[in-house]
C-alpha cells in the first residue's frame, strides 16, 4: 500500500483516497465539520485545513505590515487546502499541526463562531457539539466582533420529527448531503449566501422521508434537533451502551444512550459498521427504543380477561409446568419468536425436543415497507435466528397454529414473544384452550389469550444475539437491569423444563451459543 | 487484696515490683491538636516508649481530588493546613501550572506572595500563642490570636472568607488586590511588628516559660536531616533549608530576607524561629508591595484555562463556551507527571501530579510538612517527663488536616 505521512506519521492509504479519509481509517481526526466519511465531499467547512509541505510549495500572495517602511508590502504565505478534499500521493508529507494551519483553524473556528447565539445552556447538543469540542481545542480566544450577531430563524419545524434553529448552523450541508445521498429525497437545499445563508425545506414539502433523524446525527452542532429528545436530556448525564436495532431483519448496530440514575433509555444513534448499516439508521429504528417502557409486562398473571391476577414468580413457574404437562405432549404447540433472541429461541427448541412436542410454529410481525436503502420487508429482527434454533428450514405461521387449534390438532401452547401477524381477534380460538402459556416482555395479543403469562427480560436487560438477513449473528450485552424479579427468557424456559422434569442441559448464554454452533455443525 | 498487715509480715512483699505504665494519650484530648493518638509508656513520669498513632483526620483527600476537575482542589487543598490555607492554595496553583507548562503575571506571583505570607504570618502566630497558652501562658495566646484576627480580617477584604478562602485559581487569582490592599498593609505590618514584641517581653524572660522550653524536646540536626523535617523544625534544629531560598520560586529571588535558624534543635529554638520568621515574612511583604506592579493582568490570557468574566459568558459565545468546557470537562493538562513544592506553614508542601491528559486528576500526592515533623516526634520526646509533650508537640505545629489528609 501506498504510503504519506502526516505530522511525521506514516499512513498507508489506497489509491483515489484522500488525506482526511486516510487519516480516518487510521484512527486519526483531523478537525473537520462537513466532511463525513459516508458522505459526498463538499470542503465547504474550511476547517480540515492542512499544509501540504512536500513538493512545490503553494503560495498565497498577502500584504504584510513592515514596519521599517510603515506600510504594506506584497509577500506570500503558504497556500493550505483542506484535507477532505486533497487526494493523498506516495511521499506526500502533510501537516496538520503546524504553525499556518493552527492559525487557519482558529480563524476559521472564530468565524463560525462570529454570529452563532449563546445557546449552549438550552441547546440539546452542548457536551457532543463540534463548535464546543473545536472551541477549546483549536481557538481559545473571545471575542472580538462586537456588533450586534446576525439573526435568522429559530425553532422552524421542518417535519415530524426535526426542528431547525438557523442561527446555530454551520451551513456544512451534511443534513441536505444525508437526504439526496442516503434518503435519496432531495428535501432540503440552501438559500442565500454568506451571513443570509440558512437551510430551507424544498416548496410544498416536509422533512418527511424514512431517514429524517439522520440530518439530525449527522449535524455536528445544534442547527438541527429531534422532536423526540429535544429537551429530554443532558448528553453528560446519559452513558452508552452497545445494541442492536430491533426494527427489522438489516440488524442496524445501535448507541443504547441511557441515564444511569433512572434506568431509562433516551435515545439510539447508529454504531458504525460498513457490514451492515454503515453509518446509519432508519427514522422507525432509531424509535424502537420507545418500545421498551411502554406496555411491559412486569409480574407473572394467571386466568383470563377479568380474571386475570397477578401469582409468584415461583408460582408461575410450577403453574406453568403443570397446564403443561396436563396436554400431551403430541398435541403441544411450541412458537417460538423471530422478536427474541436466539439464545432464547434455542432454549424454547431444545424444551420442545425434550417434551417431544408435535408442533413448533414461528411467531412474527407481518412485514412493513421496505425500501433498498437498509430497511427489510421483514421487520422481524431475529426470524433467521429463530430458524437456526430450531433447526429447521422453515416453520408454521402462527395463522397456521390458530386452524390447528381448530381441529385440535394442538391442544396446549408456549409461546414466546409479544409479536404476531395476527391481531387478537384472530387469536381468539385459543382461548377455548386451558393450557396456554406466554413468556413475553411486552402485552400483545398472544400473551392476552394465554392463560398465564410469564414476563421475561426485553432487548435491554439481556445478553443475546440477533441473526441478521444477511446471515450474520450480531450479539449485544445488557445496557439496563431487568425489573425486579424479571429474567431472561432461556433461564425462565430452563426453569420450566426442570420443573417438568426435564434438564435441558445450559445454564449460561456461553452454554447456548456453544450448543447451538454444535447443532449447525451437526446439521452440517 | 490482700490485707495490709499479712503483707507487712512478709519482708520480699515491700519490694514492689514495678512495670511500665501504658498510658493513652488522645486522639481526644484537648493538648493533641488534630487528633492524634500517643501509647506511652512511662516510668513514673518518664517516658520510656512513645508510639504516635496518626490518621484520625483521614478524609481522603488525595483519592477526593481524582473526583472532580483541576479547579475543584481548591477548597480541598485549603482544608489541608488550615491555619495557612492560602500557602496550600498556591502551591496547588503552582503544581498545575507546572504542569500546563505556564506561568502567571508579575502582578499575580507579587499579590500571591504577598497573601502567602500573610497567611504564614497567621500561622506562626497560632503556633507559638498556642505552644505558650498550652503551659498556662493565656494572655500571649489571646495577644497573639489578636493580629491573627487583624490578618484575617484583612484576607477577607481581599478573598471574602477568613479562613478557607479557595481563592487561588490555575493560571492566576479569583480577584484582583483590591485598591485599599496597600493602605491596609502599612497599617497591619507595624502592627505586627509591634505585637511580635510586646509577646516576646511577656514570654522571653518568664522563669518558668524559659524552663519549659528549653533543652526539652531535642531534635539534633543529624535526625531533622534524617526524618526528613523541613520549616522551622528543621531550621530549629539549625538546617538552614527554605526552599523560598534554596528553590526560589515565583519572585522569592528578588526579596531581600533571612533564613532563621537554632542551634539545641528544642522547643525554644522552634519557637523563637517561629517568631523571627514572622519579621523576615513582614520585610518580605513590604518589598513585595513595593515592586509589585500597580495594574496590569492578574491572570493569564487564556479562556481555556481562566474562567472568562461572567459578563461575557452570559453574552458571548465563546465565553460561554470555555465556561462550558470549564465546568462540565474541566482544563485539560498535557499528559505527564510533575513534582511541585513550596515552603508552607510548616516546611515544604509537595504536590506530586499525574495527568492523564484528561480534565481531572489521575493522581495526586501530598508531600505534607507535618507528616515528617511528626515522624521525629518521638525521638524529640523519648526520655522526657511526660509533661514535655504538651510544648513539645506544640512546637511541632502538627495540623491533622494536612498530615492525615
Known amino acids: ?524 | 487484696m490482700e490485707p495490709a498487715d499479712e503483707l507487712l509480715d512478709d519482708e520480699a512483699a515491700l519490694e514492689l515490683p514495678t512495670e511500665p505504665m501504658r498510658l493513652n494519650m488522645g486522639p481526644s484530648h484537648p493538648a493533641m491538636h488534630g487528633t492524634v493518638r500517643m501509647v506511652l509508656d512511662l516510668d513514673g513520669e518518664k517516658i520510656l516508649n512513645l508510639d504516635l498513632q496518626p490518621g484520625y483526620l483521614h478524609r481522603g483527600f488525595e483519592k477526593s481530588c481524582e473526583r472532580g476537575t483541576w479547579s475543584q482542589v481548591f477548597p480541598y487543598a485549603d482544608r489541608l493546613n488550615y491555619v495557612s490555607p492560602m500557602l496550600n492554595n498556591v502551591g496547588w496553583s503552582l503544581a498545575v501550572e507546572k504542569l500546563l507548562e505556564i506561568e502567571v503575571p508579575e502582578r499575580c506571583q507579587y499579590y500571591r506572595v504577598i497573601l502567602g505570607e500573610l497567611s504564614r504570618i497567621a500561622d506562626h502566630f497560632t503556633c507559638n500563642g498556642a505552644s505558650a497558652m498550652e503551659l498556662g501562658a493565656f494572655t500571649p495566646f489571646l495577644w497573639l490570636l489578636k493580629v491573627r484576627d487583624w490578618i484575617w480580617d484583612l484576607l477577607e477584604k481581599e478573598t471574602g472568607a477568613r479562613m478557607t478562602h479557595s481563592f487561588g485559581r490555575i493560571g492566576g487569582m479569583a480577584a484582583p488586590p483590591t485598591d485599599t490592599l496597600e493602605d491596609d498593609l502599612k497599617a497591619l505590618l507595624p502592627e505586627v511588628h509591634r505585637v511580635v514584641k510586646e509577646a516576646e517581653i511577656m514570654l522571653i524572660r518568664n522563669r518558668i516559660f524559659l524552663d519549659r522550653m528549653q533543652g526539652v524536646g531535642v531534635l539534633t540536626k543529624e535526625n531533622a536531616l534524617a526524618y526528613g523535617c523541613t520549616g522551622p523544625v528543621a531550621r530549629g534544629s539549625g538546617v538552614a533549608y527554605d526552599v523560598r531560598k534554596d528553590h526560589p520560586y515565583m519572585v522569592y529571588d528578588r526579596f531581600d530576607f533571612e533564613v532563621p535558624i537554632g542551634q539545641d534543635g528544642d522547643n525554644w529554638d522552634r519557637f523563637m524561629v517561629r517568631f523571627e520568621e514572622i519579621r523576615q515574612s513582614v520585610r518580605i511583604i513590604e518589598q513585595a508591595m513595593e515592586q509589585m506592579p500597580k495594574d496590569g493582568p492578574v491572570n493569564v490570557d487564556d479562556p481555556r484555562i481562566v474562567f472568562p468574566e461572567k459578563d461575557d459568558v452570559y453574552t458571548t459565545i465563546e465565553a460561554t463556551i470555555a465556561h462550558f468546557k470549564l465546568v462540565m470537562e474541566g482544563l485539560r493538562t498535557p499528559k505527564g507527571e510533575v513534582y511541585s513544592f513550596t515552603e508552607g506553614g510548616n516546611g515544604e508542601l509537595g504536590f506530586y501530579i499525574v495527568s492523564d491528559g484528561s480534565g481531572t486528576p489521575y493522581r495526586v500526592r501530598v508531600r505534607p510538612p507535618c507528616w515528617y515533623n511528626l515522624s521525629a516526634c518521638r525521638e524529640m520526646l523519648m526520655g522526657d517527663m511526660i509533661a514535655d509533650i504538651i510544648p513539645t508537640f506544640g512546637s511541632i505545629n502538627m495540623i491533622g488536616g494536612e498530615c492525615d489528609r
Open chain 1, 1 to 524: 500500500m501506498p504510503k504519506f505521512k502526516l505530522d511525521g506519521r506514516e499512513i498507508s492509504f489506497e489509491a483515489g483516497e484522500t488525506v482526511i479519509q486516510a487519516a480516518w481509517r487510521a484512527g486519526i481526526e483531523i478537525p473537520h465539520y462537513c466532511w463525513h466519511p459516508g458522505l459526498s465531499i463538499a470542503a465547504n467547512c474550511r476547517m480540515c485545513l492542512v499544509h501540504v509541505t512536500s513538493g512545490r510549495q503553494m503560495a498565497m500572495p498577502q500584504l504584510e505590515f513592515d514596519e521599517s517602511k510603515g506600510e504594506y508590502v506584497p509577500s506570500t504565505k503558504p497556500k493550505l487546502q483542506p484535507a477532505c478534499q486533497l487526494a493523498a500521493a506516495e511521499d506526500m508529507e502533510v501537516s496538520s499541526t503546524n504553525e499556518e494551519v493552527k492559525a487557519a483553524q482558529s480563524s476559521v473556528q472564530e468565524f463560525l463562531l462570529l454570529n452563532h447565539p449563546v445557546d449552549c445552556p438550552i441547546c440539546d447538543q452542548a457536551g457532543e457539539c463540534k463548535l464546543q469540542d473545536y472551541y477549546y481545542e483549536h481557538q481559545g480566544t473571545l471575542k472580538r466582533k462586537l456588533t450586534e450577531p446576525v439573526h435568522k430563524p429559530k425553532g422552524v419545524r421542518f417535519g415530524p420529527t426535526i426542528v431547525y434553529d438557523a442561527e446555530r448552523c454551520i451551513m456544512c450541508t451534511r443534513c441536505i448531503r444525508v437526504s439526496d445521498e442516503v434518503a435519496k429525497d432531495h428535501v432540503l437545499d440552501m438559500r442565500e449566501r454568506g451571513n443570509r445563508n440558512e437551510i430551507v425545506l424544498a416548496p410544498g414539502r416536509e422533512l418527511d422521508h424514512k431517514y429524517t433523524l439522520m440530518t439530525e446525527h449527522v449535524c455536528p452542532v445544534g442547527a438541527l434537533t429531534s422532536s423526540d429528545f429535544r429537551f429530554k436530556a443532558r448528553v453528560w448525564f446519559l452513558k452508552s451502551g452497545t445494541g442492536v436495532c430491533t426494527g427489522c431483519a438489516t440488524g442496524c448496530n445501535t448507541h443504547v444512550d441511557y441515564d444511569p440514575r433512572y434506568g431509562k433509555v433516551y435515545r439510539l444513534r447508529p454504531r458504525d459498521n460498513a457490514e451492515v448499516n454503515q453509518f446509519w439508521m432508519c427514522d422507525d429504528g432509531m424509535m424502537t427504543y420507545t418500545r421498551h417502557d411502554q406496555d411491559r409486562l412486569e409480574a407473572p398473571t394467571r386466568g383470563r380477561g377479568a380474571e386475570r391476577a397477578p401469582i409468584g414468580d415461583a408460582e408461575a413457574i410450577t403453574s406453568a409446568a403443570e397446564l403443561l404437562s396436563n396436554v400431551e405432549a403430541s398435541k403441544l404447540g411450541i412458537v417460538l419468536s423471530g422478536q427474541h433472541t436466539t439464545e432464547d429461541n434455542l432454549a424454547l427448541a431444545k424444551l420442545a425436543t425434550a417434551l417431544g412436542a408435535g408442533h413448533v410454529y414461528l411467531a412474527a410481525l407481518g412485514g412493513w415497507d421496505g425500501d433498498d436503502i437498509l430497511r427489510s420487508d421483514d421487520n422481524n429482527p431475529n426470524r433467521a435466528g429463530a430458524l437456526a434454533a430450531s433447526g429447521s428450514e422453515a416453520l408454521k405461521s402462527t395463522a397456521e397454529l390458530v386452524a390447528d387449534v381448530q381441529t385440535g390438532t394442538v391442544q396446549g401452547v408456549l409461546a414466546l414473544g409479544w409479536a404476531t401477524t395476527e391481531r387478537l381477534e384472530e387469536l381468539t380460538p385459543l382461548v377455548s384452550l386451558e393450557s396456554v402459556v406466554s413468556l413475553t416482555s411486552h402485552v400483545g395479543a398472544l400473551p392476552a389469550v394465554a392463560a398465564l403469562t410469564i414476563p421475561v427480560a426485553d432487548i435491554f436487560e439481556l445478553e443475546g444475539s440477533f441473526v441478521n438477513r444477511q446471515g450474520i449473528a450480531q450479539s449485544f450485552t445488557p445496557v439496563l437491569d431487568a425489573p425486579l424479579g424479571v429474567e431472561p427468557a432461556w433461564k425462565a424456559i430452563a426453569a420450566i423444563g426442570k420443573a417438568m422434569g426435564h434438564d435441558l442441559g445450559f445454564d449460561s448464554v456461553a452454554a447456548l451459543r456453544e450448543a447451538l454452533s454444535n447443532q449447525v455443525e451437526a446439521a452440517q
